[in-house]
């Protein structure tokens, strides 16, 4: 019996603190989902870093390219290849696929990624919702334990900020990004010197990265805030 309640309790445990991990898990994935399907980002890019000017393919053609990949990302059309004419008139295909670059296996891989960082996504929201429900079933007269529990996921999410955030100041942005590459693929196709990394500069990866962990603290800060004022409020008036 005793041994019951032991492992019962490490079970709640458990689950429990899988619930708080799962916050900055789906607040991250919930960012990264947004911002590969913003076609108004991908613009950003685009018109901040001289796109049009560096590949001579004019903006209108540009919007289109955003289209495209955003739908190549979520599976849409079979490829993110297209037709584009440049600044001489000339009409050519934008990505490169041939021995010293590979840009169209590069942006498979990419979308394997995004995929899986939507099932990440949603596999991190189907437990915060079910543990709710359970949550609610089963213990609703502590719910405001739960509330607790989503301000520590808010709290860990804001903690891991901070410390990527300390840890931009002392590691250089383009060694992080070149160690992010060399994690997540598994071949050197990302390193390519035909269109794609002039549409996608490293500067733009950077502003991603930070608009992205701003998005992140205020996705955040808004729900830990909200996690901590409904039981304050609902205290107050109960003590009354």
């Not at 980002?41 to 901040?48: A, H, M, P, S, T």
């Not at 560096?54 to 037709?83: C, H, S, W």
């Not at 900020?161 to 840890?167: F, H, N, T």
């Amino acid at each position: 019996m005793i041994r019951k309640l032991k492992w019962k309790k490490i079970l709640i445990a458990t689950l429990y603190s899988l619930f708080i991990v799962c916050f900055p898990v789906l607040f991250c994935t919930t960012t990264v989902r947004c911002s590969v399907n913003s076609i108004h980002l991908y613009e950003y890019g685009f018109d901040r870093y001289g796109v049009s000017e560096d590949t001579g393919i004019d903006r209108e053609q540009l919007g289109n390219v955003a289209k495209r990949l955003v739908d190549y990302f979520n599976f849409r059309v079979e490829t993110p290849q297209m037709m584009v004419v440049i600044e001489s008139g000339e009409e050519i295909l934008l990505f490169q696929e041939d021995d010293q670059n590979r840009e169209l296996t590069h942006l498979a891989d990419v979308r394997w990624l995004f995929q899986f960082n939507h099932r990440v996504q949603l596999a991190s929201l189907a437990y915060v919702i079910i543990y709710i429900l359970l949550f609610l079933l089963w213990r609703k007269g502590h719910w405001q334990d739960l509330a607790k529990g989503i301000r520590w996921g808010c709290a860990l999410t804001l903690v891991l900020i901070a410390v990527l955030g300390i840890a931009s100041v002392f590691i250089d942005f383009e060694q992080l990004f070149v160690q992010f590459h060399h994690v997540a693929f598994d071949n050197p196709w990302w390193m390519s010197s035909g269109y794609l990394p002039k549409l996608f500069p490293e500067q733009f990866w950077q502003d991603i990265a930070f608009l992205g962990a701003g998005v992140i603290a205020a996705e955040a800060l808004l729900l830990g805030s909200l996690a901590w004022a409904i039981p304050f409020i609902w205290r107050k008036r109960h003590s009354q």
